[in-house]
Structure formats: C-alpha cells, structure tokens
T-cell receptor, first 113, second 114 residues
Framework: AQSVTQLGSHVSVSEGALVLLRCNYS??????LFWYVQYPNQGLQLLLKYTSAATLVKGINGFEAEFKKSETSFHLTKPSAHMSDAAEYFCAVSRGGYNKLIFGAGTRLAVHP | DAGVIQSPRHEVTEMGQEVTLRCKPI?????LFWYRQTMMRGLELLIY????????DSGMPEDRFSAKMPNASFSTLKIQPSEPRDSAVYFC????????????FGDGTRLSIL
C-alpha cells in the first residue's frame, strides 16, 4: 500500500533562512509525487510534481524538491524563506487509477522576521 | 481559465437542517473528489467520481452524507440531517484522471452547524 509521512507538523524558520520540509513515501511501484501549499482560508494549490522525468523538480515561488529513490524521500526546499511562505504544506502520492491522491498530515511553516 | 468553483463559500445553519454543497469542476476533467478538512482529522477523502460514476465512497462518514454527479459539470454533497460535528471545510477537486496529473482544488465551503 502507498503512504506518505511528513516529518514535523510544525517548522519555524527565520526570514531569509533555508526552508526544508520532509516527505517520505512508501510505494511498491514508481510513484508520482506532489507538493501542495494551502494558505489560510484557501484551497490546496499545486507547488510541484514529480513524474519520473527528472529527479530535481522546480516549482512555483522558488520551491524545489528532489526525488531520492534510495531514501524514498521527496523533500521540499527553498533557499531563502519569505514571510509570504507561511502556510501549510502537503506531500501526496498518486495511488492507482483515477488519480486518487494519498496525502501526508501536512507541515505548517512559520516564518519570523 | 476558470478553476474549480464551489458554492457557497460559507454556510451557517442549525443542526437538523439539510445542507447542500455544490461544485463545478474544471471543464474537460473527468475525475471529481470531495474532501473534508478539520483540525482534528486533517484532510479526509470522502468520495470520488470518474465520468460521473461514484468509484469509492468508503470515506463517507455516515448515511447522512450523500453525493451525486448528474453531469460532467456539476456535483453536490448533501448532509441530512446535519449535526454540529459536521462542521468543517469541505473541498472539491477535479483532475483529468490520469495518474501523473495533479488534482485542482476549489476554495472550499466553510460549514458551521450550530
């Protein structure tokens, strides 16, 4: 069965610091992986997706994620945090047909001055 | 391009009342998903459709919940009768149905049952 684990329900960084949000997956087949961001009072918005074309995936707002099969990880990074990055971030893996997604529990990112 | 459209954005009603949430998926998408989000339980998948047919409703919490998709451009989620524990944000999402394509989410309906 496929599943997703996000390490750390809350992460706090200073403005300008590196952002690292962790995601590990379990899958018996090559996975399709996604990162979503949710700002307050909004729906989930796609940040980036991995579909096996390249292991380093660039997304919107300066975020990127690297797929590491040996570590079964798909961590999200951004070199320099901005106050506007404060939000909740969800990692997800595509499961089976119809594009059903399995979501992690989410990581809430706080950015302080 | 129009995204997924949900209505109403907010709904406040008294327990026992019927509640109907509406969703218009992105044109051309043939998969539609209903989710519920709460602080306690996080994001839960309630039901999903493909080509207007319900595929899996195992996430629907009780018989009080029902969902329909009468055509490719409209879906409803109904709660009857509503209870205070149904208070949550309900999201609709749609996708092309291909396994490597993302789901696109609406802005949600914030439901409060008094």
């Amino acid at each position: 069965a496929q599943s997703v684990t996000q390490l750390g329900s809350h992460v706090s960084v200073s403005e300008g610091a590196l952002v690292l949000l962790r995601c590990n997956y379990s899958s018996s087949v090559p996975p399709y992986l996604f990162w979503y961001v949710q700002y307050p009072n909004q729906g989930l918005q796609l940040l980036l997706k991995y579909t096996s074309a390249a292991t380093l995936v660039k997304g919107i707002n300066g975020f990127e994620a690297e797929f590491k099969k040996s570590e079964t990880s798909f961590h999200l990074t951004k070199p320099s945090a901005h106050m506007s990055d404060a939000a909740e971030y969800f990692c997800a893996v595509s499961r089976g047909g119809y594009n059903k997604l399995i979501f992690g529990a989410g990581t809430r990112l706080a950015v302080h001055p | 391009d129009a995204g997924v459209i949900q209505s109403p954005r907010h709904e406040v009603t008294e327990m026992g009342q019927e509640v109907t949430l509406r969703c218009k998926p992105i044109s051309g998408h043939n998969s539609l998903f209903w989710y519920r989000q709460t602080m306690m339980r996080g994001l839960e998948l309630l039901i999903y459709f493909n080509n207007n047919v319900p595929i899996d409703d195992s996430g629907m919490p009780e018989d009080r919940f029902s969902a329909k998709m009468p055509n490719a451009s409209f879906s409803t989620l109904k709660i009857q009768p509503s209870e205070p524990r149904d208070s949550a944000v309900y999201f609709c999402a749609s996708s092309s149905g291909q396994v490597n394509q993302p789901q696109h989410f609406g802005d949600g309906t914030r439901l409060s049952i008094l």
